[in-house]
């Protein structure tokens, strides 16, 4: 067996192919460079080439810088409103000392034991246990319309008037 890389190669053989065929690739190659050479110049247009150079021109900045008039300052002052507190006030319920001796003609014998509120809701009327407080009336403590003392206070995710 012959080694492939050490032998030299055969020699070529002699192309077989006529003569005339040969003339026919040659002139076929010419006629196909000769045709892109018309293409290419007829789709320039007869134009001139552009030269690639940048020639300088003059440049023109015009720059306007406009400075407005000071305009006349406007102060106006406000005063600012006190913020409401809540109200605490202490009511004392004195008992009075009964009559032994006359009866003025109401017949009962009992007292009436109505407090007086001192923190009202907007239509005037006395807060009882339970409701909601206003948000002025945050921490404050009052009387329900029975005497008793409420304090309004943060529980259950409101703000409640519950029994003090």
């Not at 076929?28 to 045709?35: E, F, H, R």
């Not at 050479?37 to 306007?64: C, R």
């Not at 305009?71 to 605490?88: Q, S």
């Amino acid at each position: 067996m012959t080694n492939a890389y050490t032998t030299p190669p055969a020699p070529r053989p002699v192309d077989t192919r006529p003569l005339r065929k040969r003339k026919r690739v040659w002139l076929g190659g010419s006629g196909l460079l000769l045709t892109g050479a018309l293409i290419v110049g007829a789709g320039n247009g007869d134009q001139q080439p552009v030269a690639a150079e940048a020639k300088p021109a003059p440049t023109v900045t015009a720059t306007v810088t406009a400075t407005p008039e000071p305009a006349p300052t406007v102060t106006e002052t406000i005063k600012a409103k006190a913020k409401p507190r809540p109200t605490v006030t202490v009511t004392k319920t004195a008992r009075a000392a009964a009559d032994t001796g006359s009866d003025t003609g109401s017949g009962s014998g009992s007292q009436d034991t109505t407090g007086t509120c001192s923190i009202t809701s907007n239509a005037g009327n006395c807060y009882s246990a339970g409701q909601f407080c206003r948000n002025s009336d945050h921490g404050a403590v009052t009387t329900n319309e029975g005497g008793t003392r409420i304090k309004c206070v943060y529980s259950s995710n409101a703000w409640r008037w519950t029994y003090a």
